[in-house]
């Protein structure tokens, strides 16, 4: 299995990001791809995700306003774009199956982006 | 939303001794199917979380049996029964049975 982000993003304040996330060796219908962040130094948080399924999303009450994760079948990759970005938002983005049962769990490398004017 | 205390925050261990990091949650986490879905997960520096243990006590595939999870409704544990140099790192804890999905604060292991 191979899950593979897209690369760094330093972004102005007020603009957006649009980060990608593919994946193989597994059916990517199979599992939702969830989207959770890391700020500098600090834990991880949860931001929201998709059911590549059926494209239902949900999301974190504290991104909903201006995160949007996609899902698109016919690559296998799933996006995740925020909006209205400041400095708060500078953290390392992961993509993950983030599975509550069954015995494999996948998670990315990671996406950096930097927020500065 | 579901907040998850973990402690300690900060944990030195001596190498080849047993450590232990408590997760408590501010509502149960029995699910309506009847499942508790707690996970921990191990993050070594520089690289991206890995889940160790869902459902409490269920191990990932490929982790080692020196980690366990224990636990029920609002009060889990993870046990390292005898701690390698590997173990250095971040564990955490998230729960997996309310919407949005939260996670503690973190655990720090280090060796002494």
């Known amino acids: 299995v191979q899950v593979v982000q897209s690369g760094t993003e330093v972004k102005k304040p007020g603009s957006s990001v649009k980060i990608s996330c593919k994946i193989s060796g597994y059916i990517f219908t199979d599992y939702h791809m969830h989207w959770v962040r890391q700020a500098p130094g600090k834990g991880l948080e949860w931001m929201g995700r998709?059911?590549?399924?059926?494209?239902?999303?949900s999301y974190a009450p504290k991104f909903q306003d201006r995160v949007i994760i996609t899902a698109d079948t016919s690559t296998d990759t799933s996006y995740m774009e925020l909006t209205g970005l400041t400095s708060e938002d500078t953290a390392m983005y992961y993509c993950?199956?983030?599975?509550?049962?069954?015995?494999?769990?996948?998670w990315g490398h990671g996406t950096q982006v930097t927020v500065s004017s | 939303d579901v907040v998850l205390t973990q402690s300690p925050l900060s944990l030195p261990v001596t190498l080849g001794q047993a450590a232990s990091i408590s997760c408590r949650s501010n509502?149960?986490?029995?699910?309506?199917?009847?499942?508790?879905?707690l996970n921990w997960f191990q993050q070594r520096p520089g690289q991206s979380p890995r889940r160790l243990i869902y459902?409490?006590?269920n191990w990932e595939s490929g982790v080692p049996d020196r980690f366990s999870g224990s636990g029920s409704g609002t009060d889990f544990t993870l046990k390292i029964s005898r701690v390698e140099a590997a173990d250095v790192g971040i564990y955490y804890c998230?729960?997996?049975?309310?919407?949005?999905?939260?996670f503690g604060q973190g655990t720090k292991v280090e060796i002494k």
């Open positions: 998709v059911d590549p399924e059926d494209d239902e999303t």
């Open positions: 998230m729960q997996g049975t309310h919407w949005p999905r939260t």
């Open positions: 459902k409490v006590s």
């Open positions: 993950t199956t983030l599975r509550v049962a069954g015995a494999v769990d996948y």
């Open positions: 509502q149960s986490l029995v699910d309506s199917d009847g499942n508790t879905y």
